[in-house]
């Protein structure tokens, strides 16, 4: 099947073939100099609820901007948005022209009212999808999400590396078999857009799968894990609802502390936070 430009009216961009192959190779340079950490879903103030117990997310993550961690449960406006963002590492040279140039694709492929005044892309999250490697030696193949929403203002938009991955919108109960709102994969180095009220606001939305087809595998400072496509996810999130470790209170600062320790253990921003 032909890869094709997708543009919706109802609020989707994707273009296939976005990212050139010098900026593949760059971007890629950059991510070998992180090291991706894994978290854990709650904390000692943050508890599990009755019925639910406590567990590693499924994958190692990174963010730039700023930092949600899962423990704090993420940005979640209009009422989850204090306390939960915080201040982390610039983008690199490597992401911010190409940065640029997808904010005014989405100016204008977007309703104005659609994108929030101030609107800008100022977070990221970068999921590591592949297999893990448990105690035993054994391989388990982790590379799905289920359905969620990604709750900051206006659009989001979405890099892709490695591996395709088939990613659904889906509206209404997980065993309705016609939930389905679209469906698509996103390929090696391809950009997805979406807002407005259907795709961003009505429905969740997911990774079911990720291919194994091309073998490749990016060979990244993550541990017991085999990182076969690495995601990008550009959001927004107001200036003042980002934090400085040092003003958090001191339950979410107790909380994420070990976090911050492991982070500084290989980036002077994080070092400095420590230290302030």
Not at 6 to 27: M, N, Q, S, V
Request: proline content about 5%; overall charge positive.
């Amino acid at each position: 099947m032909a890869k094709k430009l997708i543009i919706r009216k109802d609020g989707l961009f994707y273009h296939p073939t976005f990212i050139k192959k010098d900026e593949k190779i760059a971007i890629v340079e950059w991510i070998k100099t992180l090291h991706p950490i894994w978290e854990q879903r709650y904390s000692e103030h943050n508890p599990p609820p009755e019925g639910d117990t406590q567990r590693t997310l499924l994958r190692p993550v990174y963010w730039l901007g700023n930092w949600q961690f899962a423990c704090l449960n993420y940005y979640h406006p209009p009422k989850g948005i204090l306390n939960r963002c915080v201040r982390a590492e610039n983008y690199p040279k490597e992401l911010k022209k190409i940065i640029e140039t997808i904010e005014g694709i989405t100016k204008l492929h977007f309703k104005k009212s659609e994108v929030p005044k101030g609107w800008k892309l100022n977070t990221c999250l970068i999921n590591f999808y592949g297999t893990t490697i448990d105690k035993d030696g054994k391989k388990i193949d982790t590379a799905r999400v289920g359905d969620h929403k990604d709750f900051e203002l206006g659009p989001v938009a979405s890099l892709s590396f490695g591996e395709r991955a088939f990613f659904q919108f889906v509206q209404g109960k997980k065993d309705l078999k016609n939930n389905i709102l679209f469906e698509q994969w996103l390929e090696d180095s391809s950009l997805q857009i979406f807002g407005g009220e259907l795709y961003k606001e009505k429905a969740f939305h997911r990774v079911q799968r990720v291919e194994n087809k091309t073998k490749e595998v990016f060979l990244l400072n993550v541990d017991n894990f085999i990182t076969r496509r690495i995601n990008f996810t550009f959001r927004y999130v107001p200036e003042e609802h980002i934090v400085k470790y040092k003003d958090l209170p001191f339950e979410p600062k107790s909380d994420i502390k070990n976090y911050m320790e492991l982070l500084a253990k290989n980036s002077p921003h994080f070092k400095k936070s420590l230290e302030e």
